[in-house]
C-alpha cells in the first residue's frame, strides 16, 4: 500500500509539474513586463540567460509611419516584432510616470491577449509564437507627458521545459506632442538653434530631459538639465529629438545630422 501511494503521488507530482511547464504556453498571466511595478520578467522562470540573438523592437505607426511623440487621445498602430526563436512568449505594457497604464491596447492579433493588472494593462501571447504581432494604442489624455513600453519575452528551445530558454527584455519612450503641433516648437518655444546639425546639437533654452532617437526607434542619446549634447560620434541621418521644458511642457524635432 504505501508503495502504491509512493508511485501515486509520484505520477500526480510529475502531472503538475508538466502542466505548470505547459501553463506558460498559455500565457503566465500576471504582470511579468518587468516594468516598475510588476512582478519581476519571466527570467524568474526561465532562467535568468539573457539571448544574445534576440531582437525586439517596439513601433508606433500613425498611417504608415513610425512616430516617437503622441496626440493625446488619437489611436495608433501597435507593432511587436520579436526575432530570435521560432517559439516566443511575451508580455508588454505602456506605463506613464506613476507606473500605471497610459493609453489602451485593444484589436490585439490572434494568439494574444488584454487584460488588467493591478494598475497596468497586459497585452501577452497565449500561443507562443514569432515574428510580428500587433494591435491599436489609444494614446492617453492630455498631460500625461511620456509614455514608456516596457515588454520582456520568453525565447523558448521548444522541448516543453524551462531549461534552455533565454529570454530579452526591451522599453521604448514616446512622448506627449505639443498642442500646437509645430515640429520645432514647444509651449515654451523652444527650438533647435541650428538645422542640419553638425558635432553640437543646441537648443535655445536648457531642458529638463532629452532623448535621441534614429529612424528606426533606437534610443541613441539622452542629456538631462542642459541645451547642448554632443553628436559628433552618430552616423549622418535623420534623427529625432524628444525633450521636456524645464517648466514641464514638451516638445519635439526632427533634425539632420551632417
Not at 519571466?42 to 503622441?70: A, E, F, L, M
Not at 488619437?74 to 506613476?98: P, V, W
Not at 530631459?209 to 538631462?224: P, R, T
Amino acid at each position: 500500500m504505501n508503495k502504491n501511494y509512493i508511485k501515486f503521488g509520484a505520477i500526480i507530482g510529475t502531472l503538475i509539474v508538466s502542466f505548470s511547464m505547459l501553463s506558460s504556453s498559455n500565457g503566465p498571466g500576471g504582470n511579468k513586463t518587468g516594468a516598475p511595478g510588476s512582478s519581476g520578467n519571466c527570467s524568474g522562470c526561465h532562467g535568468n540567460t539573457p539571448s544574445n540573438v534576440g531582437i525586439i523592437r517596439v513601433k508606433i505607426i500613425d498611417n504608415g509611419t513610425q512616430v516617437t511623440t503622441y496626440v493625446p487621445g488619437k489611436t495608433y498602430d501597435l507593432e511587436l516584432n520579436i526575432l530570435g526563436s521560432e517559439k516566443i512568449g511575451f508580455q508588454l505594457s505602456a506605463i506613464n510616470d506613476q507606473n500605471k497604464a497610459a493609453g489602451t491596447i485593444s484589436n490585439n492579433s490572434s494568439g494574444t491577449q488584454v487584460y488588467n493588472s493591478g494598475s497596468q494593462q497586459i497585452w501577452g501571447h497565449n500561443t507562443p509564437g514569432s515574428g510580428l504581432w500587433t494591435a491599436k494604442w489609444t494614446a492617453p489624455v492630455a498631460n500625461t507627458g511620456s509614455v514608456i513600453f516596457y515588454v520582456a519575452a520568453v525565447l523558448a528551445d521548444g522541448n516543453g521545459k524551462n531549461s534552455g530558454d533565454y529570454f530579452n527584455s526591451f522599453n521604448v519612450e514616446i512622448t506627449e506632442e505639443s498642442s500646437n503641433g509645430n515640429d520645432n516648437v514647444s509651449k515654451s518655444q523652444n527650438q533647435l538653434i541650428q538645422n542640419p546639425v553638425g558635432d553640437q546639437l543646441t537648443l535655445q533654452h536648457p531642458v529638463k530631459s532629452a532623448y535621441i532617437w534614429n529612424s528606426e526607434g533606437k534610443l541613441i542619446g539622452k542629456f538631462f538639465h542642459s541645451n547642448q549634447f554632443e553628436v559628433g560620434n552618430i552616423a549622418p541621418g535623420v534623427y529625432h529629438l524628444n525633450y521636456v521644458n524645464e517648466n514641464g511642457s514638451t516638445g519635439f524635432a526632427r533634425f539632420v545630422k551632417q
